[in-house]
């Protein structure tokens, strides 16, 4: 089945210790989406990329980086975690631009010690 | 201002009865998409059913429902006969779509929803 891959489903880093998290589709779609969820939070948007083109939201801090080397994977850096970026991160694909749905893989739960 | 609002945090509802998860939203854009998810406790999100503002009859999707009524501004959600599977938070997004941009969903602020036996 067509679907987005999280790995891993839990991570745990140290405090200021480098940590990567990785997301693939099956799906092929254009866009693919990084969101960060606290809990009991809604989840919001750190970032996207469209094919090659990456955009960053305004308010994502510079701590967060992202790389996307090929349709199918994108990555998520956190180059020095603090203890506020313990989240559940969610990664989302859609088919293009435009009113399309957003399909979301089964997110990473971070812990930061 | 909030562009998605979903006025109720929590809800309890007897299994096999119907029920209504509330959202209102707030765009200028005339070409958007409201969504809805679902959230069980594993964390993943579940996208239930989609209504483009363009269309002219509210979606279904088995026995979810979206019960959109534009000049309110409002798309609820309905779940016919209710199950206990059906205990998870519930999310309304939108996404403007003027423009062809890919930007993100925005999202309420959830309803969490219990379905009692």
């Known amino acids: 089945d067509a679907m987005v891959i999280q790995n891993p489903r839990y991570q745990v880093t140290q405090f200021g210790k480098p940590v990567t998290l990785s997301c693939s589709q099956t799906?092929?779609?254009?866009?693919m989406y990084w969101y960060q969820q606290k809990s009991s939070q809604a989840p919001k948007l750190l970032f996207h990329?469209?094919?090659?083109?990456?955009?960053n939201e305004a308010d994502t801090p510079d701590n967060f980086q992202s790389r996307r080397p090929n349709t199918s994977f994108c990555f998520l850096d956190i180059r020095s975690p603090g203890l506020g970026d313990a989240a559940m991160y969610l990664c989302?694909?859609?088919?293009?631009?435009?009113?399309?749905?957003?399909?979301f893989g089964p997110g990473t739960r971070l812990t930061v010690t | 201002a909030q562009k998605i609002t979903q006025t109720q945090p929590g809800m309890f509802v007897q299994e096999k009865e119907a029920v209504t998860l509330d959202c209102t939203y707030d765009?200028?854009?005339?070409?958007?998409?409201l969504f809805w998810y679902k959230q069980p406790s594993s964390g993943e999100m579940i996208f239930l059913i989609y209504q483009g503002s363009y269309d002219q009859q509210n979606a279904t999707e088995g026995r979810y429902s979206l019960n959109f009524q534009k000049a309110r501004k409002s798309a609820n959600l309905v779940i016919s006969a209710s199950q206990l599977g059906d205990s998870a938070m519930y999310f309304c997004?939108?996404?403007?779509?003027?423009?062809?941009?890919?930007?993100?969903?925005?999202f309420g602020k959830g309803t969490h929803l219990i379905i009692q036996p």
């Open positions: 989302a694909t859609s088919r293009d631009r435009g009113v399309y749905e957003q399909y």
């Open positions: 990329y469209y094919d090659k083109d990456f955009n």
């Open positions: 997004a939108m996404r403007e779509g003027t423009g062809g941009g890919a930007d993100g969903l925005t």
């Open positions: 799906l092929n779609h254009n866009v």
């Open positions: 765009t200028s854009d005339p070409s958007y998409g």
